[in-house]
């Protein structure tokens, strides 16, 4: 098969190519082709991903390129990890909206909002260029904000594709730990960064009552400043949140965290990716190194790489993937990109129904988030001002039309050559 890896200057990369090392036996790569538009980062990365593959005793020829279509062309699987605009883009979502009162977070908010304008139309010309050179292949997506990237890519392109986020596989790894249940199964209901464990099996025992006693809390992702909930919240819920919905429950102490904060998570990334670089340069090394394990993207490789075994191989497991909802939530539509448990073979994700589900919170907060998820898409895709101010208006980290209004447009601005949509010709390459 031919793996193609879109965005392989991100110092993420070690981690897939851990993952592939790992199913090397089960998986006959032929052609490995790493593609960046960062010439600098590209050669890194990619010179420690060929020492690695090498050191692995791996014969899969492994290709550099910076040409986004030698690198599609009869692909069997394309793996997405872009950033539009890089991190620098990334420090102003998060510092630009402090200004207003507002939350600055990648994903989240009106920060993660402009992440989306920046990176829906660059995914969608990348969907169409699969769309002619290899419209088989398998778009495995973890690029943020996968869920709403999911919702744009499926519903304005004929790709095959799966969005993928490491935050449910560490949740579940967590609680299975910090409830000594190894083989413990889980219900997950949400959307991408706004999810719950609603249900923990093993041996035909739910385990959940006992855990919302507890007040159990699963363990924080690393890129969160996370304080975690309270019994009487996760009481209040109902279910076990991920750690993202600290930004929901605790806005204001959040904002307020991030203010007081001297440095953004973006600038501490900044940080962290460039002595990865320059640990990445030691010809050496030909292993991933533990320094990448403080940003946050822990098992990532884990995640990833077995989702397209599972595809390949046929093997019908259950992952949690972001895909279209066809009926797995009943209280959603159809079209709707969710976050759920899915059987996965070689015909894709067969979304699990979740029957007689009657959290009345969650299903509430799922279609208020997903009314803004549907506008931001709507913006992203067309370039409507309208759409924009009616998806942040259904924000509940936003919802103030004044403040909103100010910090889009500074926003906009800000990043007005990676916002094809509201300017017209892209400014440069993105």
């Not at 975690?228 to 076990?240: D, H, L, P, T, Y």
């Amino acid at each position: 098969m031919k793996i193609a890896i879109i965005g392989s200057g991100s110092t993420y990369t070690p981690e897939l190519i851990e993952g592939i090392i790992k199913r090397k036996d089960v998986l006959p790569i032929r052609e490995l082709v790493l593609m960046d538009i960062d010439q600098r980062k590209l050669d890194i990365v990619g010179s420690l991903c060929e020492r690695m593959i090498g050191a692995a005793g791996m014969s899969c020829r492994v290709i550099r390129t910076m040409d986004q279509d030698e690198a599609l062309k009869g692909a069997d699987f394309v793996l997405a990890q872009i950033r539009v605009g890089k991190l620098p883009a990334r420090v102003l979502d998060e510092k630009i909206p402090l200004k207003y009162g507002l939350i600055g977070q990648e994903t989240c908010g009106i920060g993660g909002f402009f992440k989306a304008m920046r990176t829906i139309p660059v995914m969608l010309r990348i969907a169409r260029r699969m769309e002619e050179l290899c419209p088989d292949a398998w778009l495995i997506n973890f690029s943020n904000p996968a869920g709403i990237i999911t919702e744009a890519v499926l519903n304005h392109t004929k790709i095959k594709m799966l969005g993928l986020c490491n935050v449910p596989f560490n949740m579940f790894k967590s609680i299975r730990e910090k409830l000594e249940l190894p083989r413990a199964n889980f219900t997950y209901v949400g959307l991408n960064h706004l999810s719950w464990i609603t249900s923990i099996e093993q041996d035909g025992k739910d385990y959940v009552r006992d855990a919302l006693e507890m007040g159990l809390n699963s363990e924080a992702m690393k890129n969160i400043p996370s304080s975690g909930f309270s019994k009487e919240v996760v009481r209040m819920a109902g279910a076990i949140p991920s750690s993202y919905l600290e930004y929901y429950y605790f806005h204001e102490k959040k904002l307020k965290l991030l203010q007081e904060s001297e440095m953004s998570r973006g600038e501490k990334c900044m940080q962290i990716e460039e002595d990865l670089l320059q640990i990445y340069s030691d010809s050496e090394l030909h292993t991933k190194p533990e320094l990448l394990s403080s940003r946050g993207g822990a098992n990532y490789s884990e995640v990833a790489i077995s989702l397209v075994d599972a595809i390949y191989n046929d093997k019908q497991e259950f992952h949690v993937v972001n895909l279209l909802n066809q009926g797995a939530l009943p209280f959603m539509e159809d079209r709707d990109a969710v976050e759920v448990g899915a059987v996965i073979g070689k015909d894709g994700a067969k979304p699990v129904q979740i029957r007689d589900f009657d959290n009345r919170h969650i299903i509430d907060y799922m279609r208020m988030v997903k009314a803004y998820e549907r506008e931001t898409v709507a913006a992203a895709v067309t370039g409507s001002e309208d759409a924009a101010m009616r998806a942040l208006l259904m924000n509940p980290l936003v919802g103030d039309y004044d403040a909103a209004r100010a910090c889009f447009d500074e926003l906009k601005e800000a990043h007005k050559e990676y916002l094809p949509q509201f300017y017209g010709e892209l400014q440069t390459r993105a």
